[in-house]
């Protein structure tokens, strides 16, 4: 039995080290986004700590081969996950305002390598030493050693494995991330309460530590929001693929899978225009003539709540609108909280699995697919652009929205636009009012500005708002020059691309927070926030 209870602790704590792994990418996706950048700092910290904790347990292991010392460490453990979903967030917030003030440049991947580090690498440590503890424990005589040892590391394995995909498909889906923590957190005080009760020692610590572990895991339940300063939510939760949260105020509903940045999709409650990206989209429409036209195929990939289909089919009668979006759970929001009409074919897939598996042809394409704050790279290649081109008709319309706020030389947008013009023989952007996005038109139709300019009359778009709109674009329309700066999808660096911009903006947002302290130090940093 002593064996087999420790062949068990291999198995679940191997099950929690990758179950707080995963967990924790949630933790801090909706900050620092859930790119490859941050998944790598997630995956190199908590390897560098369970390196340490290899290290470490040996040692304490030699020194004193005692099974009490590893439970009481795992109590520990299982006490700090429980407060990682109550505390992790404020943590993530010093942090990065801290930073903020210090750092000109990667702010993110400082941002989310310090909270990581503050966050996850004391727990991993010392759950990083349980395999060289149970070898020690476990191994009686060296004639077995190879087995012991061999049986404890594939039943550690195992549970990795289960632990990789139990959270991913089960738990965070179904309870959220905040839950997730507690539950293997729970596993984890079980395996150290039953060992203390079977040996009848440290009664009263087990005790305290299940009603500090208890008393988090009502905390973290109670107040799960990531975005715990904002009052205007209407709904926060989270999917296989993104965390999702709808905001309300006077004038609009808006859905965002950050809490800082990007708007995926807005609803402007008094009907009509929004002035944002979506409608400057419109403009593909007449560029692709549909003024002559008896119908229509439009096409977009990254649906999200559906605002540019419900303005298409606002102002509209002629076109059939398809839209395909990953998530399903922002599908249901787009039907609860924005009024997807159900005229629109949904079509729940990856955009360029659905293209490369379609054979129907569109007389526009508008490309609006993020993950959180990037852009998917397989979406942004010119692999991508060509699949989309052999998906249009001769005179179709690709449409993509760059939500990047940057022209600078060498930017993501840069790239993007060079990527679009070396498929497509008609490239155009313009910027967008509103927002800050910029839009990117091509064709290999050369009539296709002409068709919006010919279009700019009341005949053909009758709507006066819609009319005026659609000639500030024409206005604002600049031709794309062809370049080097080409994405494929052997090397497509749009997450390195985008943190650039991010860490741009930022600069801007706490420019004059930054003057404070360099004017005044930390004190007076502090005097004009108390005074603010």
């Known amino acids: 039995m002593r064996r087999l209870f420790l062949y068990a602790t291999a198995f679940l704590a191997g099950m929690s080290v990758m179950a707080i792994e995963l967990a924790a990418s949630r933790l801090l996706a909706p900050y620092f986004s859930s790119s ?18 290899n290290v470490w347990g040996g040692r304490l292991a030699d020194k004193d081969p005692n099974p009490a010392r590893l439970y009481r460490r795992l109590a520990v453990v299982a006490v700090w996950t ?36 503050l966050i996850f690498v ?10 060289p503890s149970l070898v020690k424990y476990a191994v009686n005589t060296l004639d077995n050693t190879g087995k012991t040892v061999g049986g404890l590391g594939a039943l550690n394995t195992v549970g990795s494995i289960i632990g990789t995909f139990l959270p991913t498909f089960v738990t965070i ?43 988090f895991s009502i905390l973290s339940f109670l107040n799960r929001g990531f975005a715990f300063w904002t009052t205007d939510l209407v709904y926060e939760g989270e999917s296989i693929y993104n965390y999702l949260q709808v905001g309300e105020n006077d004038w609009e509903v ?47 990939l990254g649906l999200g709540a559906g605002t ?3 303005q298409a089919e606002k102002y509209l009668d002629n076109v059939t609108l398809e839209g395909v979006e990953i998530d399903q759970k922002i599908v249901d929001i787009a039907y609860e909280y924005f009024d997807l009409s159900d005229s629109v074919a949904v079509h729940v897939e990856d955009g360029r699995a659905f293209l490369s598996s379609s054979d129907k042809i569109y007389d526009v394409i508008f490309v609006d697919a993020y993950q959180d704050i990037t852009i998917p790279f397989q979406m942004s290649t010119v692999e991508f652009f060509t699949i ?64 919006l300019e010919n279009s700019l009359s009341a005949e053909v778009i009758p709507d006066q708002a819609l009319r005026n709109l659609m000639g ?61």
Request: net charge negative.
């Open 36 to 53: 490859q950048i941050v998944w790598t700092i997630i995956i190199g910290t908590i390897m560098i700590a369970l390196a340490l904790g």
């Open 388 to 451: 989309a081109r052999q998906h249009l008709t001769e005179d179709g319309v690709l449409i993509v929205n760059l939500n990047m706020q940057s022209d600078a030389e060498g930017s993501i947008n840069q790239h993007l636009c060079h990527t679009v013009a070396s498929v497509f023989d008609e490239v155009w952007s313009a910027e967008v009012s509103v927002g800050g996005n910029r839009e990117v038109y091509a064709s290999n139709n050369p009539d296709m500005i002409s068709n």
């Open 173 to 215: 889906p179904s309870v959220g991330t905040a839950l997730t923590f507690i539950i293997f957190a729970s596993v984890l005080m079980l395996l150290s309460l039953i060992y203390f009760l079977s040996v009848r020692q440290h009664l009263i610590r087990c005790l305290v530590s299940l009603l500090l572990l208890s008393a």
């Open 472 to 532: 500030l674009v024409y206005q604002k329309l600049e031709p794309v020059e062809k370049g080097d700066l080409i994405l494929t999808d052997d090397k497509a660096p749009v997450e390195l691309l985008g943190i650039r911009v991010i860490d741009e903006l930022i600069a801007q947002t706490i420019l004059e927070y930054r003057q404070y302290y360099q004017e005044g130090g930390l004190r007076g940093l502090y005097e004009k926030l108390i005074g603010q």
């Open 308 to 310: 540019f289909a419900s």
């Open 122 to 131: 004391f727990p991993l440590v010392l759950l990083g030493t349980v395999t």
């Open 82 to 117: 429980a407060a990682i979903p109550f505390v992790g967030k404020y943590v993530i917030a010093v942090v990065s305002l801290g930073l903020a003030i210090f750092i000109t440049e990667n702010f993110l991947v400082w941002s989310a390598f310090l909270s990581c580090m």
């Open 254 to 300: 808006f859905l965002s899978t950050n809490v800082l940045f990007g708007v995926q999709s807005v609803k402007i409650k008094s009907g009509g225009l929004n002035g944002y990206c979506y409608d400057y989209a419109l403009a593909s429409l007449w560029m692709a003539d549909v003024a002559h036209k008896e119908s229509m195929d439009v096409l977009i």
